[in-house]
Nanobody, 123 residues
Framework: QVELVESGGGLVQAGDSLRLSCAAS????????MGWFRQVPGKEREFVAA????????YYTDSVKGRFTISTDNAKNMVYLQMNSLKPEDTAVYYC????????????????WGQGTQVTVSS
């Protein structure tokens, strides 16, 4: 009964910005931790960012620190990923994830997943 829907992906040039959005719905949704992951063909899905809704603490993989910002609008059940200074290596399908536990993890132990949105960065 919980659905996550990502939007905001697209084709951009290196150095451009995108803001990904994830809309969460469902009466059973708690979403104590929200995360973003990304995956390219032939590679493992990797952690990008996460946010703890209780304390607002954020976590990022090293490759995006200083460029990406995760945030939430709890009243609207939305989570965002502001992506600045995009690089070709950021090209991937980006997935929104939600975790009921209040413990932040950077592995795949999330309870709900979106369908993904494609981000393509050209050089």
């Amino acid at each position: 009964q919980v659905e996550l829907v990502e939007s905001g992906g697209g084709l951009v040039q290196a150095g451009d910005s995108l803001r990904l959005s994830c809309a969460a719905s469902g009466r059973t949704f708690s979403g104590n931790v929200m995360g973003w992951f990304r995956q390219v063909p032939g590679k493992e899905r990797e952690f990008v960012a996460a946010i703890s809704r209780t304390g607002g603490r954020t976590y990022y993989t090293d490759s995006v620190k200083g460029r990406f910002t995760i945030s939430t609008d709890n009243a609207k059940n939305m989570v965002y990923l502001q992506m600045n200074s995009l690089k070709p290596e950021d090209t991937a399908v980006y997935y929104c994830a939600a975790r009921n536990s209040m413990v932040v993890v950077i592995t795949q132990e999330y309870d709900y997943w979106g369908q993904g949105t494609q981000v393509t960065v050209s050089s």
